[in-house]
């Protein structure tokens, strides 16, 4: 069963990774500044790296859960291995573009760069979910 959901399964650890690398690059940038790990000085704003690293790894903590639970039920029951590793895919692309415009443009204005690629993934989390439904409602 799982042979069939690898590419779905290395997505799952990429994003895995990509979460990983964020929490380093947030806790180094909160080093230099001497600020404790998860912390912000209350002056921070997106002018900061050390506020943008922070918040990329908190936003990517945020979405994770949404992706992860219904790509688990996914491969339980047994969706398209296809559609979903492609969901998958989309969704960890799109989620590392949006964490290297959090890092390179520090903005305030809304949609800045970054919001499409969160649209982005958030299309294929709700693609993701509907794949489930599908399986649920009409297998």
């Known amino acids: ?10 997505a ?3 994003l895995i990774l ?4 964020q929490a380093t690059i947030a806790t180094v ?3 230099k500044q001497q600020l404790p790990p998860g912390t912000l000085g209350a002056n921070l704003k997106h002018d900061s790296f050390v506020f ?3 918040r990329t790894h908190q ?3 945020e979405n994770a859960i949404q992706i ?8 339980f029951i047994g969706v398209d291995a296809f559609s979903l590793s492609a969901a998958l895919w989309v969704y960890v692309i799109s989620r590392i573009l949006h964490m290297v415009l959090y890092y390179l443009i520090a903005t305030e204005k809304n949609p800045s760069p970054r919001t499409y690629f969160y649209l982005i993934s958030l299309t294929a989390n709700f693609y993701v979910i509907w794949l489930v439904l599908e399986k649920l409602i009409f297998a």
């Open 1 to 10: 069963m799982f042979d069939s959901y690898s590419i779905a399964v290395s």
């Open 12 to 14: 799952q650890m990429a």
């Open 59 to 61: 936003n990517s903590l």
């Open 29 to 31: 940038a909160h080093q």
């Open 18 to 21: 990509v979460i990983v690398l």
């Open 68 to 75: 992860f639970i219904p790509s688990f039920i996914a491969i």
């Open 52 to 54: 943008r690293s922070h």
